[in-house]
């Protein structure tokens, strides 16, 4: 071919470059099923792996592994995962659930705030609030104080700046409205409670602030950054996907539903687990299980430009093989301008396994599914980290039924 001037040349030199950067991103958006994940079981059997973190206990600048168990909370210790039992559940009390990590005392160390006494079906009584304190050395036995019992079926928890002060508060979730009745329990709202603790937590009462919202069976939700200072809410429950944000100078709280869940009759309806990922730097998505403890993950891709406006967010169910999703990780693990998606799968339906799935988004819109280890995991829980300091995020799944912990990273 024959070029008759220098900007005709540029111009199929630059359309080269478009072809080659677009044939590049299709490969790297196609890579994540493509590559070969390592699974690494940890030495540690479960009762039952209700929650799991990824925090730095050792102060080494190395994240370690926080596992909320049935009778008891361990961590250990990265590298050598060496296993230490840091509470056990108090006699008489049901299973501890879920905990959210905090210098709670403010001297230098990370406590836990913990939800135990776990009784899903008792909405009457049961349930405590509480937090476990570090000593010097955090290999050591941790010291419990509580905070409020009962808050019956206390379910889960995240540090949240709700009030756009710089200081979080403990957004705590039960499972039911309090003396809510089955099978529906849609009789009674669920009721969040804002806890802030006391100048001297050791001493001072915490002061909690109820959080009313017309909105039942919540089983998850988790904190949203805002654009400004603080953060929001973003819940799953039988009304399906809501964003909650407080506005602390008037009290007031706003609910924007934005995913339907699935629309039948309670209880299974609504939406399970969520998390907020984003598809680009200015669109987001949210992922959930469908309907309440469900066989569908759900994505709800936020329409483009159209953030402020009132309409729900359109529905894609992306995967109905599955029972009992149970988890749920928005995590960038090629690096492209998308999150993956990580979902945890927590029971057995024949033929298909328990276990860990990735979902990755490609260009025309379809989520590509890829199975890791199926059957090794019966997941509970499930978070992302980087634990070996390589720059890649490694996915953490902790087992009910197969009362185990595994690492999944991949090359």
């Not at 005709?8 to 994940?37: E, H, P």
């Not at 540690?44 to 370690?64: F, T, W």
């Amino acid at each position: 071919m024959i070029f008759r001037n220098l900007g005709t040349l540029l111009f199929y030199l630059c359309l080269l470059m478009d072809v080659c950067l677009n044939s590049s991103q299709i490969a790297q958006a196609q890579s994540v099923g493509d590559r070969k994940w390592i699974s690494e079981v940890l030495p540690v059997e479960l009762g039952v792996g209700y929650a799991v973190r990824a925090i730095d206990l050792s102060r080494d600048g190395k994240l370690d592994i926080a596992i909320v168990d049935a009778k008891r909370i361990v961590w250990l210790e990265n590298p050598t995962w060496k296993v230490h039992t840091i509470f056990q559940t108090p006699s008489g009390y049901a299973d501890n659930v879920c905990f959210a990590p905090m210098d709670i005392d403010r001297d230098g160390d990370l406590d836990f705030a913990i939800g135990t006494d776990w009784q899903p079906h008792n909405t009457q009584s049961g349930g405590a609030v509480g937090w476990i304190e570090s000593p010097q050395d955090p290999r050591s036995m941790w010291i419990y104080h509580p905070i409020l019992e009962t808050e019956p079926t206390v379910h889960r928890m995240h540090w949240v700046d709700w009030d756009a002060d710089g200081n979080p508060e403990l957004i705590v979730a039960p499972l039911k409205g309090p003396k809510s009745n089955g099978p529906k329990f849609e009789d009674v709202p669920v009721r969040l409670s804002a806890f802030i603790p006391g100048k001297d937590p050791h001493k001072d009462p915490w002061v909690n602030y109820p959080i009313q919202v017309p909105l039942f069976v919540m089983h998850n939700f988790d904190r949203v950054k805002r654009l400004g200072a603080g953060e929001d809410l973003i819940t799953a429950s039988f009304q399906g996907v809501h964003i909650l944000k407080h506005s602390p100078q008037t009290g007031r709280i706003d609910i924007k539903r934005i995913g339907s869940g699935l629309e039948a009759e309670a209880p299974a309806k609504g939406s399970s687990e969520v998390r907020l990922g984003k598809l680009s730097a200015a669109i987001r998505f949210a992922a959930t299980i469908e309907p309440w403890h469900g066989n569908q993950v759900v994505v709800y891709e936020e329409p483009e430009a159209n953030s402020a406006l009132e309409s729900l967010w359109p529905r894609k169910v992306i995967d109905e093989q599955l029972k009992w999703g149970h988890a749920v990780v928005a995590v960038n693990l090629d690096e492209d301008p998308e999150d993956e998606l990580a979902i945890g799968v927590r029971d057995d339906s024949a033929p298909h396994r328990c276990g860990v799935r990735v979902y990755d988004r490609h260009q025309d819109g379809t989520w590509v599914r890829t199975l890791i280890e199926p059957g090794q995991v019966a997941v509970e829980d499930m978070v992302s980290a980087d634990l070996d300091g390589d720059g890649k995020p490694e996915l953490i799944a902790v087992g009910r039924a197969t009362h185990n912990a595994v690492i999944y990273r991949f090359d």
